[in-house]
């Protein structure tokens, strides 16, 4: 598909530069940019999206440790060392 782009004058030249460079068109520059582009908006969506873990487990502590002790929760433990 032809299209019209709107350009830096610095940007064009230096694409043009680096299309000469690595021997390939400016079209094909233009494309793998635009798919790397797209490719790390992708991934980052994705990575977004994804649900922390959360624990829906019951129980808690065990009856008469004090939790503001470290001793106490060292002793529950049996490391009272």
Do not use: W, Y
Request: a positive charge; charged letters at 25%.
């Amino acid at each position: 598909m032809k299209t019209t782009l709107d350009l830096n004058d610095q940007l064009l030249a230096d694409a043009k530069a680096l299309a000469a460079q690595q021997r390939t068109s400016l079209t094909r520059l233009i494309e793998e940019g635009l798919q790397l582009r797209l490719r790390a908006h992708a991934a980052s969506a994705k990575q977004r999206r994804g649900r922390l873990p959360v624990f829906k487990g019951r129980g808690g502590l065990v009856a008469g440790v004090d939790p503001l002790s470290n001793k106490a929760m060292l002793e529950a433990l049996g490391d009272d060392a």
